[in-house]
């Protein structure tokens, strides 16, 4: 199983652009890299879902460089509804690491 | 189509009795996940059922836990003699295809039971 790496946490304000990483050096050559978000007292829901270079929905951007060792996660013009915390998953095995706790500031 | 629906929301129980949770997939969804977690913590995760099958109990403690996802009903969590350090959110997720090696099938969590051992 690729091991993921992401901050533990991240502060930004209202209207600003937040860029979440995700380290995964070990990740296979066929696994596609997954973004779930969960907010306080919910299961997560699944964001975005990608494979190499650009994937974008109405929620956000997935950005993987060529060497995919690493993914970023994209939220354009948070809110303060984006406070959550976002979780990196390599592959299929649905295994999820502590995330990243981002606070939405006014 | 109702989502994945978990009951009880809120669990007490006695230490020494034994606490059931059920996980009620969406409509044509055929595969289960059990995770637990504790407050300001990720998601353990616990078990992978297909229907009448366990997949994965990778993550299952070897003893007092135990999963199933009969033919019909819901999934079922059932902890036996529960122990303080049991208390945690317990979610289950859904999703309508087997899990791939290399890639997720999109998967729908519910709401979570939060038990609480007393």
């Known amino acids: 199983l690729a091991k993921t790496t992401q901050p533990i946490s991240m502060d930004s304000y209202e209207g600003q652009e937040v860029n979440i990483t995700c380290s995964h050096n070990n990740i296979a050559t066929n696994d596609y890299i997954t973004w779930y978000q969960q907010f306080p007292s919910q299961g997560p829901r699944f964001i975005i879902q990608g494979y190499k270079t650009k994937v974008t929905n109405e929620v956000a951007s997935l950005f993987i460089p060529a060497d995919r060792k690493s993914s970023t996660l994209s939220l354009p013009r948070v809110s303060l509804s984006d406070t959550a915390v976002y979780y990196c998953?390599?592959?299929?095995?649905?295994?999820f690491g502590a995330g990243t706790r981002l606070t939405v500031k006014p | 189509n109702a989502g994945v629906m978990q009951n009880p929301r809120h669990l007490v129980r006695r230490r020494g009795q034994e606490a059931r949770l059920r996980c009620s997939p969406m409509?044509?969804?055929?595969?289960v996940y059990w995770y637990r977690q504790l407050p300001e913590e990720g998601l353990k995760f616990m078990v992978y059922l297909q229907k009448e099958n366990i997949i994965d109990e990778s993550g299952m403690p070897k003893e007092r836990f135990s999963a199933e996802f009969p033919k019909e009903g819901p999934s079922i969590l059932r902890i036996q003699q529960v122990v303080r350090g049991d208390s945690a959110a317990y979610f289950c997720a859904s999703s309508p295809l087997a899990r791939a090696p290399f890639m997720n099938t999109e998967a729908f969590f519910g709401q979570g039971t939060r038990l609480t051992v007393v």
């Open positions: 409509k044509g969804h055929s595969h």
């Open positions: 998953l390599v592959g299929g095995a649905m295994r």
